[in-house]
């Protein structure tokens, strides 16, 4: 059959009022990064730490396209819920370790020290959408189960 194309609470959606798209997650992370790679370029850091946070920027806005054009509904053999916790997990992952190498650098380059701690705040932000996404993936194994154990119970 098709698939379901109903879109799913965790999902980003259009707000039909002002057109902006509301993604779960922090859309600070975003403006931080990019307030990183702005830093970077003007500072003229090592390539590793632009390529590093261009490449967080590209792939946020790589699951904005696939959520924008509904792919996730078309590629139902991903769980698209686990794939943006380990997107988030990894992000967090190469912005810390960006942050601690470019904050080593305070007293020499201060663009650096300013990309670096930007980095931690987006780190930290990406943190935070990992446990909400827990959380929400929880709460559906939870209904989950429930359901299952009704359905169980008017069984018997």
């Not at 904005?64 to 991903?78: E, R």
């Not at 959408?129 to 959380?135: H, N």
Request: proline fraction near 4%.
């Amino acid at each position: 059959g098709l698939p379901d194309t109903s879109r799913p609470e965790d999902t980003p959606t259009m707000n039909s009022e002002s057109g902006h798209l509301e993604e779960p997650g922090p859309h600070a992370s975003r403006a931080l990064i990019v307030g990183a790679v702005a830093c970077f370029i003007t500072g003229r850091a090592h390539e590793a730490f632009i390529a590093i946070t261009i490449q967080e920027i590209c792939i946020v806005l790589f699951f904005i396209l696939i959520y924008l054009v509904s792919l996730q509904h078309l590629l139902i053999c991903l769980h698209w819920p686990l794939l943006d916790l380990i997107n988030s997990i990894i992000s967090t992952i190469f912005l810390l370790v960006v942050a601690v190498l470019t904050i080593q650098e305070k007293g020499r380059r201060q663009l650096y020290y300013i990309g670096g701690s930007l980095c931690v705040g987006a780190a930290i932000l990406c943190c935070i959408d990992a446990l909400l996404v827990i959380k929400v993936i929880r709460n559906k194994m939870k209904e989950e189960q429930a359901a299952k154990e009704t359905l169980q119970s008017s069984l018997h």
